[in-house]
């Protein structure tokens, strides 16, 4: 294979600077470490270790193309093909969701308020599958089931409990008719859903673009369709002090404890994230 006259670390330099023309430094840093990792398997040690080598045609047509593309408006996550979640390499592509900060979280919440063993956990909408396996791996002996109904997102969420050797059972089911046993989990988790359509004037562009906006968008006139319809499964899927755990809209928190509360749940608690948003919402199972 022919090789061209730059080493690795300025090809690294190269992409950095190209992407700073449109994103901050520590936002164009993070991009180019996750094209190598993705590309390379390489880490920021790796790419310390190997900055003198020569790369190759292959590596420079790679990064060179990604940095093209992101500065077209593609998210680097699905020209790459991964997002890093909880500690782990997602598999992502453009049917599903790219897993945010705020929903690992929620996963912090959950698991550190469930020290049980052998808990039965629902993720409703799994997308790529992030919450779902980030919870098989973080609780003790817990049995996972992961449920959407976008073929594409169960491809992705399968692809990534077989690549990880999660303990998760992937099905597809349709929330307004899914119909599961009394009393058969203890945890349901869900991240539905939850921007209403008049948000998408305040939406970045690389968003609405290439995001499924069936995983992203609600009605006007009926935001919390996704969150009414799981607490009422929840009041006959969850066991006794079953727990619901959602992700929300901050502007529609208020409403969603009303919600709650006219269905029986206790307890019901609105928590903030990191950028003191209000961003969380957990209850239990009404008696």
């Not at 996750?34 to 790796?46: E, I, R």
């Not at 009303?258 to 206790?266: A, I, N, P, R, V």
Request: aromatic share 8%; proline share 5%.
């Amino acid at each position: 294979m022919q090789i061209r006259n730059i080493t690795v670390s300025a090809l690294a330099a190269g992409a950095r600077a190209r992407l700073r023309e449109r994103f901050a430094e520590g936002e164009a840093r993070d991009m180019v470490r996750l094209m190598f990792h993705a590309f390379k398997g390489w880490d920021v040690t790796n790419l310390v270790m190997y900055g003198d080598r020569l790369a190759s045609d292959w590596l420079c047509d790679k990064v060179d193309d990604a940095v093209r593309r992101v500065l077209h408006g593609e998210p680097v996550q699905y020209v790459v093909g991964e997002a890093y979640f909880y500690g782990m390499d997602l598999y992502v592509a453009p049917g599903v969701l790219i897993p945010r900060p705020e929903t690992a979280e929620l996963v912090d919440m959950i698991v550190d308020r469930n020290n049980a063993s052998d808990l039965r956990v629902l993720d409703v909408g799994t997308g790529s599958g992030a919450i779902a396996i980030a919870l098989s791996r973080c609780l003790r002996f817990p049995k996972v089931t992961a449920i959407d109904l976008s073929d594409d997102a169960l491809a992705v969420a399968r692809e990534n409990v077989e690549k990880l050797k999660a303990n998760v059972d992937v099905l597809k089911a349709d929330i307004f008719t899914f119909d599961p046993a009394p009393h058969s989990f203890d945890i349901i988790v869900s991240n539905p859903p939850y921007i209403v359509e008049s948000e998408k004037k305040d939406m970045e562009d690389n968003v609405l673009d290439h995001e499924p906006h069936l995983a992203l968008f609600v009605p006007d006139d009926n935001p919390l369709i996704y969150y009414s319809r799981i607490a009422e499964i929840g009041r006959q899927a969850l066991a006794e002090e079953g727990r619901l755990y959602f992700e929300i809209n901050p502007k529609f928190a208020d409403d969603l404890q009303k919600m709650l509360e006219s269905q029986g749940y206790t307890e019901v608690e609105l928590k903030r994230d990191s950028h003191d948003k209000v961003r969380f919402a957990t209850a239990i199972k009404p008696n």
